[in-house]
């Protein structure tokens, strides 16, 4: 097979091809430009339907050239030369989640599960918002970084989908329906199973997959794997759920149940144990005090009454009780402290800033209300030399509000408790009544 290894496409230098699934080639590149690598991708020269995959390609590229999340790839390029397709897109070290699993991790253990299956929510999430529904949602098409955090690498809706995407559709899919949100969630759904179990519930190269994925129960998760609890369980069968109608209706909807679930469990979990040891201690307490009167009943008067006085004496019991309430209440403080900072974890965002020509990291940082050691440490980078217009900075917000029908900016800025001019900054607004519109996305710093 004829490859590119070693061939110059515009400013980038090829180096070597990296990886191969059933459609594309992955070379890795570098740029002349400015020093860092990137992924080069094109179809292989085998692929049937050539020219109906390579124009598939074109549009969803262009597409995602102008969408920007922190779980997708940066599209970079894309380049046409002697007739075949090449998108540039920022490269990322990493393996895909079916990799992972099956290398590295085995079953992937509940608590990390849930926070990388959040950020998969989160990204298909953002792209429904924008009106685009993948046609396929499978482990291939999921990186797990070398920071392990994930990304989703988005790939064209095909006529021509291969074993892989068909063992992750719906069954309405599968009878010749259109993608939905609804077969997103199932696609999500067995993504999620394969996270916990550490395997797709069915055999994926059985012959008859496509009529079981359509009919079959799915054998539960802790068949494979004993560590799958029933709480999983059963957000698992709501997600695979054979009628659409019956499973969960949005991304933010699977991950609320998720997220929320997990969330009471662990908050209610600490604080049960201190309420538990007070009571069984002032009743052995009591119990203690119940027998020695006993044991003394036939003493004279005066020693009974000296012990019933001793025994009133409580200061010991004040001083035990005292140091259990202390105890309680440390440890409701540090589940408070722990619930705020997954909380606080949970709100913060990353963005993607396009770096325009003559920009500073100093100007950056204020934009965003970001420190400036932070921005370097965030992005690697130690100077303005090595920025360069046109690449993507990670920068932190607090949200990102999509504007409503009749929403102007100093509406949104009281909603977050900023000011007018803050929104301005942040989202580098010259013209309200030009650049703010119905379904706009505006970024929101922390004040």
């Not at 994926?204 to 009919?215: A, F, Q, T, V």
């Not at 560590?227 to 499973?247: N, S, T, Y």
């Not at 012990?307 to 259990?324: E, G, M, P």
């Not at 396009?354 to 965030?378: D, F, P, T, W």
Request: aromatic share 8%.
């Amino acid at each position: 097979m004829k490859t590119i290894d070693g061939k110059k496409l515009l400013h980038y230098e090829v180096q070597k091809s990296y990886k191969e699934d059933d459609k594309y080639i992955y070379y890795l590149a570098k740029s002349a430009f400015y020093d860092k690598k990137v992924s080069i991708i094109t179809l292989r020269p085998t692929l049937a339907n050539q020219a109906t995959e390579q124009q598939a390609l074109r549009n969803n590229k262009q597409q995602m050239a102008a969408l920007q999340h922190p779980n997708l790839p940066l599209i970079l390029d894309i380049i046409e030369e002697e007739g075949k397709l090449y998108v540039v897109e920022e490269y990322t070290q990493g393996k895909t989640l079916k990799d992972y699993i099956s290398q590295i991790s085995g079953p992937i253990p509940e608590e990390k599960a849930i926070r990388l299956f959040s950020q998969l929510l989160d990204t298909i999430q953002f792209l429904h918002h924008r009106g685009i529904v993948p046609a396929s949602i499978h482990p291939e098409e999921i990186l797990i970084t070398t920071e392990e955090n994930l990304k989703f690498l988005y790939h064209p809706d095909t006529t021509s989908p291969t074993t892989q995407e068909i063992a992750y559709q719906s069954p309405e899919q599968l009878k010749g329906d259109p993608p939905s949100i609804a077969s997103n969630i199932f696609s999500l759904g067995l993504v999620l199973y394969q996270m916990v179990a550490g395997r797709h519930p069915l055999q994926e190269d059985d012959s008859s997959l496509k009529e079981k994925l359509i009919k079959a129960k799915f054998p539960p998760a802790n068949r494979f794997y004993p560590g799958v609890f029933e709480r999983v369980q059963g957000i698992l069968d709501k997600a695979l759920q054979k009628q659409p109608h019956q499973r969960f209706q949005s991304c933010d909807t699977f991950k609320k149940v998720l997220t929320y679930d997990r969330f009471i469990a662990e908050a209610q979990t600490v604080p049960r144990d201190a309420f538990t040891q007070l009571p069984l201690t002032l009743l052995s307490t009591f119990v203690v005090f119940v027998i020695i009167l006993l044991f003394f009943a036939n003493r004279g008067e005066e020693e009974v009454s000296t012990l019933a006085y001793d025994l009133q004496d409580t200061s010991y019991i004040n001083k035990r009780t005292d140091s259990l309430k202390t105890l309680r209440l440390q440890k409701l403080r540090e589940d408070s402290l722990r619930i705020a900072k997954i909380q606080a974890r949970d709100t913060m965002k990353l963005h993607i800033h396009k770096v325009k020509r003559g920009e500073s990291l100093q100007r950056i940082a204020k934009r965003y209300n970001m420190s400036l050691g932070h921005l370097k440490r965030l992005n690697n980078i130690e100077s303005n030399e090595d920025l360069k217009a046109g690449s993507g900075m990670r920068v932190v917000v607090r949200a990102v509000h999509k504007v409503m029908k009749g929403e102007d900016l100093r509406r949104v800025a009281g909603q977050y408790e900023l000011t007018y001019w803050d929104l301005v900054r942040t989202n580098a607004i010259k013209d309200e009544e030009e650049e703010v519109f119905e379904g706009k996305d505006l970024l929101i710093d922390f004040e």
